[in-house]
Each structure stands twice: as C-alpha cells, then as structure tokens.
C-alpha cells in the first residue's frame, strides 16, 4: 500500500464517572492486536468439531463413533458415554443433554464430539460418524406444542415455585392479574400480534480453547457473559469440584444474550481432558446459528380498553413464548413479556397471562430486551390503534397514560425509583424531524436504494412513536451480587479484579472510571477477568453490569482505602461483594408481588421515526429515528451514545429483516446470506438524547442502558410503516408483501 | 502446496491445502490473526485486506491465488506505536465495540480514504455497506471514518 498518513499514538483519556472515556481495549482492536477467543493458540493444540443432528426430532438408534476413531489426525472421538459426571445441563433447569443421549429434539443437537490434529481433520472426521435416526413427529406449532407428547417426560420445569402447568410441554405458564380483569371501558381495540425469531448475530463465533492443567482439572479461554456460572455448569459434568474447572474471559465479539448459554465449554473440556492437549473449537457462521439460544418467536392477542377521554382501564394480553427444545432461560422471558406487557403506562385492571413451551424448533433464550422487545411491538401498535379509535394524537394518549413513581405496576409493586416517562415522551416528540427531502435525489437515499428501483414514484412517507421500558437487573427474588476484588499497592497504583464480562459494552472502562474516582488516581489498572481471581460478577446480561460492576468496585474500593487507612498505609488487597436491594417473587396464583418489589429498577425510552415506503415495490427505508432515553446517570456518555445507536440497529433488524425462518424445526437461512442484519445503508442518522434522572437504589445513579433502545425501536419503525401504509403490519419482520399497496 | 506472497512489506512463505482461503493461511499459517472469520461468504467484511492494492474478502480469496502477490492486512496498515488516522478516529470516536469487526472497517475504511479523502455521506455508506458491525449501529463508525477523511 502507499505511504498513509500516520499520526503518533495519543495517551488515552483517564477519565472518572460522568465523563467520557476511551475503551482500553480500543487501540488494540482497531490494529488486529487484541485477542479475540478464535485468536487463541497453545502449544499441541487439537482443533475440535461437534457433529449435530440432522433431525429435528429422532430417536437415536445407532451413533457408530468407528469410522471416525480410524481417520487421519485424530486423537478422539466423544459421545455421551464420555460424559464423566451429569449428562446435562441448563441456565434454570437441567434439561439439555451436554451430547444427546437417546433422541435428539432439535436440528443441529449436538452429537458428538471430535479433536483431530486439523480442523479438517476434525471435520471430516464428525462427518464420518454414523448415526441412524428414527424421526419421531415434529413439533414444530406453539400452538400445538400442549396438546402434543411431551417432549421432556420427566418434566424438568415442574416443581420450582412457578406455577406448575398439567399441559405438557409447558415451560411456564403465568398470570398476572390485576384489579378487576373483566373492567369494561367506553371504548376497546383488538389485535393479533406475531414476532418472527432473531438471532443475535454477534460478529465473533463461538470459540474457546480448553487447556488441562495436568492434575485433572482445566482450564477454559471462552466468550462468555457469566464466568462462574459457566463453571457452575461445567464442573458437574465434568464430574469435577468448581475449582478443578477455571474459566477465563477470552476475546469476546459480541454476546446480546446468545453467550448466556454454553456453547463449546464443556465439549472442549472434555476432549481436553480426555486427549491430555488443549482443544479449541470454533463455530463457523452456519454453526454458530444452530449453536445458541435465539429471541423467542411470540403471538399475541391483545385487547385495551379505555374511556372516550382515552384513559386506560384495563388492559387483557395472552402472550405465547416458543422456547424450542430446551428450557434456556424461558420462564424469566416469559415472566418480562407478562410484567411489562402493558408497557410505561398506568392501568388499574389486567389480565396477562405469557406460556412458553417447548417444541421442536431452535432453542430460545435471551436476546437484548428479553420478553420485553416482543409484547412492547404489540402493545405499542395498540397504543396507536387505541390512539385512532379515539382520534387523539398518539403522543397525547401515551401522556396521558404516563406511569410515574407511585403508580402501580399491573404486578402491584409500585414504582419507587427513577421513571421519567412522561419527561422521555416530551423530550423525544419534541426532537424536529427532518423535512422530506426534495426530488430528484440519489437513489441511495431511496426505498431500494443501490438496486435503483424508483425515482421517488411511488414512495410514501410516514412517522411513527413508540414508548417501551424493561426492568434493569435480575428479579424476582434472585439473589443478584457482584463481586470486585482491589489491590492497593505500595506506589500508590490499584489493580482491579472484577469478573464482569466485557462483550463489547464498555463494561472495563465503567469499572475503571469507577476505581479512578473511588481511588482519586489514574494509576488502575483492569486485571484479566477470571474465575479464578474474583468472586461471580453475574452475568454481562438484563442491563445489569454497569449498575452491578460499579457498586462492587465503588465497594471494593472503599473498602481498600479504608483497609489502608487502618494499616498504615500498607498493601492491601480486599474484595467485596455488592447486592442491590433484594426483590421478591411474584405469587405463582395471581402474578402479584409478595414483597415490595418484584424488580429492582425500571428504564423507559421514547422513540420517534421518520420512513419512506416505495408502496408499489413493497421496499422501505428508515430516514430518521430521534430518541430520549432514561439512563439514570451517564456514566460514560459516548458509551451510552454507542449502546443507544447499537440497540437500535437490532430493533430496526427486527422490524424490517431479520427473521431466522424454519421448516419442520430445521433453521433454513443459517449464514449471513439469507439472514440479513442491517448494514451501514440501512441505518439511518440517530438523535439521542440522554435524560439523567438518577435511580436513588444504584451507584452514581447510574441505569442499564443496553435494552430499552431495542424494547422499543421494533415498535417505533412499525409505527412509522402503519402511518406511510394504512397497513395493520401486525407482523414483524415486515414483510414486502405486507407494504406492497 | 508452497506459496510465497509479499504480507506487509515482507516476503513470507507457507505451505497451504488446495481448499485454503488466503483468510485461513494469514490467520492460521503466518500468526496474522488480524482479519476476523465471521462468515466465510463474502458477506460481513470482517477479513478484509488489500490484494495488490485491492480490497477483497480474504475468505473469497484461495490462498493458492496470492502466489507471488502483495497483501496487506489490518496489522500492516501502520508503523510499529503508530495508528492509522482511521484507527485514532476509531478509537477516539467510539467506533469500537466489541470490535471483531473492526479490522474489517478499518482496512475498508482506509481503502476508500486512500480514493476519496473526502467522501459524500451516501460514497461513505455505500463503500462500507459490504462491512457488517453488530453493536454499534454504524453511527459512530462513519463518523470516525468522516473524521479520519477530513483529518488525512
């Protein structure tokens, strides 16, 4: 390449709370240097693949490993049979076999597993395996999902304080009601809503590298989110104590929820083990779409009634969650979809009951929004439909309708902390949107853009408004911590261990600003993060981290000063764990809170949405999207800038084009061909403005940030689709079809 | 098979398989694990490097192909404890998430600058729109590059 122009390295911003930062890890991944968990190596390292099933649902008669044992290169191959310790494991319950046992219940279960000197080798090898299926019938239809055979017989889900279903095939089922359910108003709208299924779609497959420490235990490099509940997992399948088993944090490039669940971590761990060679495996992208949980595909049939003047009265929403094969983290989405299925508005009376099931079709789980991205798009579209049956402007009837602390939730808890609704809806109608931009323009800022299909004939313009919220932190009674262990040293520099994940975030750099202020130094530094170190973060995940590392560390860090104080001023090294105010569960009966709060804190955002739909073609581009956002206290405001942006991107994938599309259980568009997410032409500017109202229970106030752009952008853009069309589109992602006048 | 190929400014050797992508050779057989693998298709950009001065997707690329050809990756975009004026924008801008795609966007990036110091709005989407970001929504990514364009 000729000479570029190269500027000299600047010395990063060591900024404190409030201010903005540059990542540590920035400067080395823009110059390839950072090491992602597919950049690992280790001396003698075998490459690992998983053979995955074929069927979506089959009893295995036959898995002849013999074919493969003889092949080229390699040094082992594992089923079942291996699995020294328990033979399965799950996020809430153990439902999902480590390498299926006696039938598989979803395409791409993994089978077995092999470890070959190449990754060709190792390939090759898994397709060699033979194994004879019998197909038994797919469950491929939620709606049948409780009237077919159960497809976990031993009803893994029953018997852990939800309320426990007779149906088969229920992995939850709850209701919440509330008030007087059958409360009639002056007026009421109905609806049918479905949400096709999303992937995360994070850019950096899943990949680790298992590595044996020669006394039987192992050490795992992986993505993850949550370190020590991956350990917690593979330790007992492993047949190992926890300590045996030491999971450190690798390169992580992207998580969204699909790094909750394990991927390759006990799979590696036992051809480590087994072969006495470190092992890495990476997912190619076709892989990587069979080998994590997605957003739950969801139908919902929604009924708000209200008076003439347009205030609510009672709210009846029935959401059904297909969770696939394995229960994952089900019951937690399902209960988000129910709790905040009315979205940031004052109801007195309700009914919503959310089911997931198990089927056939790939397993869901968590997906940024989790529960809440599905059932704000149908709430929001009746807020519109509601708002047009009453002829009042549809920013007005959300106002009017505002919750605000003192209400109550339709779970009963009422709203105690920071929840700024009404403040995000003025702020964000009150953002101009850009006027129509004049004819002739270049066909890139057209519906079709590149591929020249109009020269403006045809287009239409709409906008749209949506309000969505979602709880921050775990609920429900779980117990929520956050470790973070500091290191004061005799120079006066800090390292700080904290297992927080850092999957792209900027969770490092919040931790760091933290010890710099907490410390009053800029000598910090961020230990690795492992489990080895530090006590369980929790997981990078519900829009936790920011709050949850920031308590520990302020915590840890105090403690250390106070430590240091009290010795005179020598070394010291302190860890400490921070819990947020506890919550309750919700009674298994009645959804009703049976303490003062089911969750800890609330987050709402606004969003306002400008489209162009060429409505002969069915094609449609977002021109503009202004937001206000609740984010409690910035901690890092171009983090929360890029978290809001980022969000947002995935709620207008959603709406627009991502849909993971399945025949009979089998995933038909596993690569980033037939599955589109939104590329730099599709995003259109965003304006963001950030509304600080500190939440009184968190650490410098602060808010998870991460989720309410993509609870509520799905719903925004369908809005602005309905405005340009005339269209119900009670179906995302929006199809040509459904715009095509 | 052996080939030999000039990899940021170095002649470089390595013994390949007929079905190795170029992206598979740099990552696996020469310790340049810059270029990301996030499809293998040619859809994400992840891999990109420069071909002869070409921009390409390395995993489009058979590694059997660069014979005797020039390559530069993300690693050999600038000097030892130098940054590219695209990487400095990147890292001062909040371009950079998780950041598996951003070698991709960077050697893209710089590609484009090289052309056109001073893209239009719709030339800088259009030469980035083959490169796919999953957190950062692309904003902060075309403001960086916007930024590196006028500083060059």
Redesign the interface.
């Known amino acids: ?2 000479t ?7 010395t ?1 911003e060591l900024g404190r709370v409030g201010e ?1 930062v ?2 540590p ?3 080395p ?8 968990a ?2 690992l190596n280790s001396p003698g390292m075998l490459w690992g693949h998983t053979l995955r099933s074929t069927h979506a649902h089959a009893r295995l008669v036959e898995v002849d490993i013999a074919p493969a044992l003889s092949m080229p290169g390699v040094h082992a191959v594992l089923t079942h049979a291996d699995v020294p310790g328990r033979k399965t494991y799950g996020l809430e319950f153990p439902d999902q076999p480590v390498l299926a046992i006696d039938r598989v219940r979803y395409h791409g279960e993994p089978i077995a597993v092999v470890a070959a000197e190449h990754p ?1 080798q190792a390939r090759r090898a898994a397709a060699a395996i033979r194994v004879e299926y019998e197909p038994l019938p797919v469950v491929s239809d939620a709606e049948q999902a409780t009237e077919a055979e159960p497809l976990h017989p031993d009803r893994p889900t029953m018997g852990h304080g939800y309320r426990d279903d007779p149906r088969p095939n229920v992995v939850r089922h709850m209701v919440i009601r509330h008030g007087d359910p059958d409360a009639t108003g002056e007026v009421s709208v109905e609806g049918v809503y479905e949400v096709g299924i999303q992937d ?6 899943e990949s680790g590298l298992a590595v044996p420490d020669g006394e039987g235990g192992v050490d795992i490099h992986v993505a993850t989110q949550w370190l020590h509940v991956d350990r917690d997992q593979i330790a007992p399948c492993l047949g190992l104590a926890p300590e045996q088993v030491r999971v450190h944090l690798a ?6 929820g699909g790094r909750e669940d394990l991927s390759m971590q006990i799979h590696g761990a036992l051809l480590a083990l087994h072969t006495n060679r470190p092992v890495k495996l ?1 997912y ?2 076709e892989e990587s779409f069979t080998g994590h949980v997605h957003r739950h595909p969801a139908k919902i049939w929604a009924e708000h009634r209200a008076t003439r003047a347009g205030r609510l009265v009672c709210v009846r929403m029935r959401i059904l969650l297909d969770g696939g094969a394995y229960a994952s983290s089900s019951t937690a989405v399902c209960s988000n979809a129910a709790s905040f299925a009315v979205g940031p508005y004052g109801v007195d009376n309700a009914l919503l009951e959310a089911t997931a099931v198990y089927t056939n079709n790939p397993p869901c789980g968590a997906m940024r929004g989790f529960g809440a991205v599905q059932t704000c798009f149908a709430a929001e579209a009746q807020m519109d439909k509601l708002a047009a049956e009453l002829g009042i402007d549809p920013v007005e009837l959300r106002l009017l309708n505002a919750l605000k602390p003192g209400d109550s939730l339709p779970t009963g808890q009422v709203v105690t902390g920071s929840l700024p609704t009404a403040e995000v809806i003025r702020r964000a109608a009150a953002i101009p949107t850009p006027d129509a931009e004049p004819l002739p323009r ?1 066909p ?2 057209l519906p079709g853009g ?1 591929g020249n299909t109009t020269h403006g004939q045809g287009v239409r313009r709409g906008e749209g408004f949506a309000v969505g919220f979602k709880n921050i932190c775990y609920s429900e009674g779980f117990d929520d911590f956050c470790a973070a262990r500091v290191e004061l040293r005799a120079d006066g520099s800090a390292l700080v261990h904290c297992a927080a994940a850092e ?4 969770v490092g750099s919040v931790i760091l600003q933290v010890a710099r202020t907490e410390l009053a130094t800029d000598r910090v530094e961020l230990a690795s993060h492992s489990t080895a170190d530090v006590g369980s973060a929790g997981s990078a995940s519900a829009s936790r981290m920011t709050w949850m590392a920031a308590g520990a560390v302020r915590d840890a860090c105090r403690a250390a000063l106070e430590e240091r104080e009290r010795s005179g001023g020598a070394e010291v090294d302190v860890e400490r764990v921070y819990r947020h105010p506890p919550t309750t569960p919700l009674d298994p009966e009645t959804g009703q809170v049976t303490g003062e709060r089911a969750h800890v804190a609330l987050a709402v955002a606004a969003m306002r949405v400008v489209v162009e739909v060429d409505v002969e073609l069915g094609l449609s581009r977002v021109v503009w999207i202004g937001t206000a956002q609740d984010v409690g206290t910035a901690v890092n405001p ?2 929360v ?2 978290q ?7 709620g207008l994938g959603l709406a627009l084009m991502e849909e993971i599309q399945t025949r009979d259980g089998r995933i038909v568009n596993a ?3 037939d599955y589109l ?5 599709d ?1 259109p ?2 304006v963001a403005e950030l509304i600080e109202d500190p939440e009184p229970d968190a650490p410098y106030g602060v808010k998870g940030v991460g989720e309410p752009p993509t609870v509520v952008s799905t719903a925004a853009i369908a809005s602005a689709l309905r405005d340009a069309t005339g269209r119900p589109l009670v179906r995302v992602p929006v199809r040509p079809d459904d715009i095509c006048l | 098979m052996r080939i030999s190929l000039t990899v940021n400014g170095e002649l470089r050797e390595a013994d390949v ?1 007929g ?1 190795e992508s170029l992206l598979n050779a740099l ?1 696996d057989r020469l310790d ?10 040619g ?2 950009g ?1 891999c990109s490097v ?1 071909l002869d ?1 070409v921009l390409v997707c390395s995993c489009l690329v058979l590694a059997a192909q660069v014979d005797g050809h020039e390559v ?8 030892e ?8 924008a ?5 371009g ?8 991709g966007f ?1 050697v893209a990036a ?1 590609d484009l600058l ?1 052309r056109n110091p001073d893209p239009s709005d ?1 030339e ?3 030469a ?15 403001a960086a590059v916007r930024a590196a364009g006028s ?2």
């Open positions: 390449m000729s570029p122009t190269v500027t000299r390295r600047r990063l903005t540059t990542r890890d920035a400067v991944k823009t110059t390839g240097q950072f090491k992602f597919s950049d060709e995360q779609a994070f850019l950096g497959p390169g992580v490039g992207g998580a969204f990476v190619n992208r270049d890139l800022r590149a999957v792209g975030q900027g171009q983090a800038q890029g809001i942006e980022g969000g947002i991107a995935q690569s980033f061909t997410i939104p590329t730099a032409l995003m500017p965003v | 398989w079905g990552r340049l694990p810059g270029s990301k693998n996030a499809c293998e298709q859809e994400c992840s420069l001065g530069v990756t993300v690693e050999g975009l600038a000097g404890d130098e940054l590219h004026p695209v990487q400095e990147l890292t001062q801008g909040g950079v998430q998780c950041g598996f795609c951003t070698p960077v710089a090289r719709d800088l989407r259009e980035l729109s083959g490169n796919l970001c999953r957190c950062t929504g692309y904003q902060k990514i075309l500083r060059s």
